[in-house]
Antibody, heavy 116, light 108 residues
Framework: EVQLLESGGGLVQPGGSLRLSCAAS????????MSWVRQAPGKGLEWVST????????YYADSVKGRFTISRDNSKNTLYLQMNSLRADDTAVFYC?????????WGRGTLVTVSS | EIVLTQSPGTLSLSPGERATLSCRAS???????LAWYQQKPGQGPRLLIY???SRATGIPDRFSGSGSGTDFTLTISRLEPEDFAVYYC?????????FGGGTKVEIK
């Protein structure tokens, strides 16, 4: 079955760190760029970051540049998002999504709550 | 940054009716690099339309996309019970990728 499964979300204090994972299955993971998109509670969607398939070029939204790092392990079919210096306005459901420009497969998301 | 404005915010319709959703861009979206998604509560979005008018794999033909430049439309010809959800447009013409604020299609 073609699917993406996110994990690693939780409650973290402001200034803290968290690493999200996304396990992919059912397609040739290394052939596709992968992205993270987030959704604050009750709000719309915001693109966060993208990593290319093989070369590993990375792209970030200005709101997370310098704080978040996207990476992938093609041998494990897994996408990561290392999040540092977290702020209250980073509170959101984080979705893993397949592809770089438009997103043809999404996971169910993992909730990150930044609060003291 | 291209800002996408969706209207209306909420659309109240009955099953079987036609739904017309609008997405307006703050500047021209070249090559019709615009996508539409459907999102239901507790789920990730589902791709419906890309390239402004191409249906994604497995999407019923009651969903259609049209438009160019700054004005785009998603039409659902006859609403089925499973179509009541929130719909988002997204441009991939320029970085950063941006989404509209969404239109909720609710049962009247």
């Amino acid at each position: 079955e073609v699917q993406l499964l996110e994990s690693g979300g939780g409650l973290v204090q402001p200034g803290g760190s968290l690493r999200l994972s996304c396990a992919a299955s059912g397609f040739t993971f290394s052939s596709y760029a992968m992205s993270w998109v987030r959704q604050a509670p009750g709000k719309g969607l915001e693109w966060v970051s993208t990593i290319s398939g093989s070369v590993g070029s990375t792209y970030y939204a200005d709101s997370v540049k310098g704080r978040f790092t996207i990476s992938r392990d093609n041998s494990k079919n897994t996408l990561y998002l290392q999040m540092n210096s977290l702020r209250a306005d980073d509170t959101a459901v984080f979705y893993c999504a397949k592809n770089r420009w438009y997103f043809d497969l999404w996971g169910r998301g993992t909730l990150v709550t930044v609060s003291s | 940054e291209i800002v996408l404005t969706q209207s209306p915010g909420t659309l109240s319709l009955s099953p079987g009716e036609r739904a017309t959703l609008s997405c307006r861009a703050s500047q021209s979206v070249t090559n019709n690099y615009l996508a539409w998604y459907q999102q239901k509560p507790g789920q990730g979005p589902r791709l419906l339309i890309y390239g402004a008018s191409s249906r994604a794999t497995g999407i019923p033909d009651r969903f259609s996309g049209s438009g160019s430049g700054t004005d785009f439309t998603l039409t659902i010809s006859r609403l089925e019970p499973e179509d009541f959800a929130v719909y988002y447009c997204q441009q991939y013409d320029s970085s950063p990728l941006t989404f509209g604020g969404g239109t909720k299609v609710e049962i009247k």
